[in-house]
Structures are given as structure tokens and as C-alpha cells.
């Protein structure tokens, strides 16, 4: 563990202040830059990895006292971003009307985690590629721009098929994040401007030609909250991974479906364990507007979504199962008593 120094804030401003200026004295594109402490179940691994090397920590544990309420009326949920993954996924309203993001939740961690992570800390998460986790590799575009992605010709069974650059294969390792995306989430940022909003579908940055920028975030800014309009009681959220506890995922699909006298109105359809972010699978969900459900317009849909997917020599596999867990989820999303 590197020295650091430790400030606490008592209100959103004086985080954003002393985020902004410790930003400010480093290049925010290194290692050694400000970061906010909430949960810290992320940060102080990789701390400890000395994969991550902050000068600074900005605890911001106090500003739950308004950054931590779940708001569910009329036709929207807001969730604020220090509210714990354990309260958020065992709120009555939440698992009646949202149980995709119940469930997502729930799948993440381990109960222990679950007590301490917050939503805000799930969603900006790491990817755990262990060339990136481990610094005897140099070879990290992430933690070492330019030095190449060992991953490429490595063990890349962990890896993603979509989304991908000659640049990077890390896969978006989070749960939660999945269930915002298909949802039509927007995520609320406070920095030194105030509060601005945007859809959480432009949060996360694919590797492109920079993978060691994840996130638009800008130095200083927090995640103060997520909105999700509308309501999906007819919602899933299915995780294929090596065992039934605390794992993460080689392929996950949450799907949410308006159906209407056995019509599907609207489908949502975001994929996890295989992408390099949160990922829409926009192109698949629009072959079910408008259809009756079968299995042969599941497996349509399930082709549709892989369609620009690119295996390697350890985790090719993850197409077919990708497949079968979007087909899956969406027959058990049909089927939903609600």
C-alpha cells in the first residue's frame, strides 16, 4: 500500500472541491489521482494490488444522509447512489416492479458485499482482467497505455466478444449495470457546475484507441444518483457463471418485455459477461416488437444479439452460451406471473 492522504467531506461541494483540486495536481489519466471512498470493496483491492496508486481518497460516506434514498412513484424509481446494493435489492417496491434490477443486484456479490457496496461504486467497478489485477504483466493497455493488451494471445477465457478493440478485450465485470442500461436509465453527476444528467448508456467508454479512459466523467465529478422511468414488473435478470455463488458472470442477459394480449409492445435486452461495457442489444430487441413469442423468434433474437461478436482461442465459447441465455431469459420474462 502507497501513502495517501485522507480527507472526509461533509457535503457534496466540499467533495467536488477537494476531488477537483487533488485531480488538478496530477494527470488524471494516471494512476496517481483523487478517488472517492464510499464502500470501498473495489478500491481497497486494487490499492492493495497497487494496481491502483491514488494521492488522494475522499471519503464520502457522509453524504449518504442525502445521497442514499429510494425514491419509487408514479412512473419512475430514483436510486441514490450511496444507497447499498443489500437495501436496494430487498425493497418490497423494487422487487414487485423493477425485479430485474432486484435480482441483478442480488447475483452481484456476496451477502458481506452486498452490506457494504453502493450502487454508485457497482456501476464505475473494474474490469478483473487478471493481466490488468496483476502488475508483473506490463503488457496492460489499461493500467499502462500503450504497452499492449497481454490478453490478446494470453488466457482470454474471461474476456469479451463485443465491443472489443485491437487495443483491449477486458470485459465490464458488473451486474447491476446491465439492468440500468436496458432500463432507459439516466445517471444524475454532481461536480463543479452542479448537477447535470445524461443516459447511463454513455457512461461507460468502449476501449477504442484509449482504453485506460473508462467513463465520461470529468475530474471531480460524482455519480449522485439513477433514474429508471416507467415500470417493468415483467423483468429478468439471468447470470450463467462457473458457480452459483459469487462469480462473475461468462454471460448474462436482462431482459424486460411489455406484453399486451400476447403481443410484446416494447423489449429491453442489455448482455453481460461479454462486453467491454454495459451492452444494449438494441438490433435484437427490435425483431420482438410487434410478434408473439416462440421459441424460434427466441433463437432469432438470440443470433441477433451475437451477431457482431469475436471469439478467441479461450472464450469463443461464451457466443453459443451468450445465445442461450438471452433465450432463456426471454422465455422466462413471457411466462413472468405478474
Known sequence: MRPFSYQRASDPDMAVQALSAAAAANNPLTQAMAQPLAGGTTLIDLMKLDVMRPAAIIDINPLARGWSAIELGGDKLRLGALAKMS???????IQRDYPIIADSLKLAASAQLRNMATLGGNVMQRTRCSYFRDVS???CNKRNPGSGCAAMDGVNRMHAVLGTSDHCIATYPGDFAQALIA???????????????????????????????ETTLQPGELISAFVIPGRWPRSVY?????RQSYEFALSSAAVALDVQGGTIHDARIALGGVATVPW????????????????????RVADAAFADARGRQHNNF????GKRVVARALQQAVTMEI
Not at 439471468?238 to 462457473?242: N, S, T
Not at 444494449?280 to 433463437?299: I, S, T
Open 87 to 93: 437495501d436496494v435489492a430487498a425493497h418490497d417496491g
Open 137 to 139: 504483466y506490463e503488457n
Open 183 to 213: 432500463l432507459d436509465a439516466t445517471v444524475e453527476i454532481t461536480g463543479r457546475s452542479g448537477t447535470r444528467n445524461m443516459p447511463f448508456a454513455e457512461l461507460h467508454k468502449a476501449p477504442g484507441n484509449t482504453p485506460e479512459i
Open 238 to 242: 439471468l447470470k450463467a457463471r462457473d
Open 280 to 299: 444494449r442489444a438494441r438490433e435484437a430487441e427490435a425483431l420482438l416488437k410487434g410478434q408473439k413469442f416462440d421459441d424460434g423468434l427466441a433463437q
Open 318 to 321: 461464451k457466443i453459443a452460451l
